[in-house]
């Protein structure tokens, strides 16, 4: 069976302008978002960005945004503080002018054993009618799929893609899958994108469920057998 390699999320909140100064250490941990024994490594708050990190997540806070990652396998912490930190920020700052919310999952998948990458890619994505896969049979030839489609109050958005990943001098080739739900609240009231926010972010753990799904979905066929 294919391999899952690794796996990361994002919650990214996107604004007209964000106030990244109001993001100090000390606003963080008295509004119950960071506990204040959990900051590691180097921060920096100013009014033109705010970044920090614990032992499971990182957050970057720019006028544009508010983006924090975080692994998805294997992290202890799971996905409750970056959900309380997305949620508390939107409850914390109703008066700030949101746009979208997008809950981002990034799955990395190598080939099954015994089978050879570019073969595995075009079992997958390179077989159909259309003409220009006739100028991809060279046998380094590799190949992926973008789809979308709504889903609940989201555009999801899934791009599969060949690449390289892994520390320097071990990197390997697997299928990076990009899943995006993108939820614009742009055309709602102030009041009414806190709400809608704040509902979409519970439902990470759903989501992520669902683009798990997905992956072994799409990556199922591959097998060869």
């Known amino acids: 069976m ?6 990361f999320a994002g919650i990214v909140l996107t604004a007209q302008t964000f106030n990244p100064s109001i993001f100090t250490e000390t606003w963080l941990t008295q509004n119950d978002l960071v506990p204040a024994d959990a900051f590691v490594g180097m921060r ?3 009014p033109e960005a705010a970044q920090f990190q614990t032992a499971s997540f990182q957050v970057l806070v720019i006028p544009p945004k508010m983006q924090i990652t975080f692994g998805i396998h294997g992290n202890a912490g799971g996905a409750d503080l970056p959900q309380r ?7 914390l700052l109703p ?4 746009q979208a919310l997008g809950l981002n999952f990034d799955y990395f998948v190598a080939q099954p054993e015994g089978q050879d990458f570019s073969g595995y890619t075009r079992a997958l994505f390179g077989e159909g009618q259309n003409s220009i896969l006739g100028e991809f049979s060279a046998a380094d030839a590799r190949f992926g799929r973008y789809l979308s489609k709504d889903h609940g109050e989201a555009r999801l958005k899934l791009d599969i893609k060949p690449v390289q990943a892994g520390p320097e001098g071990e990197r390997k080739d697997v299928l990076q899958f990009s899943l995006n739900f993108h ?3 742009s055309s709602f009231s102030l009041d009414e994108r806190v709400a809608r926010l704040a509902q979409m972010i519970s439902r990470w753990a759903s989501l992520r469920d669902y683009a798990e799904r997905l992956v072994n979905l799409a990556t199922a066929d591959g097998v060869a057998g």
Request: charged fraction near 15%; charge should be negative; avoid cysteine.
């Open 2 to 7: 294919p391999t899952i390699e690794n796996a």
């Open 183 to 185: 939820h614009d609240v």
């Open 44 to 46: 920096v708050f100013s």
């Open 95 to 98: 008066h700030t002018p949101y």
């Open 85 to 91: 930190i997305a949620t508390r920020t939107v409850e």
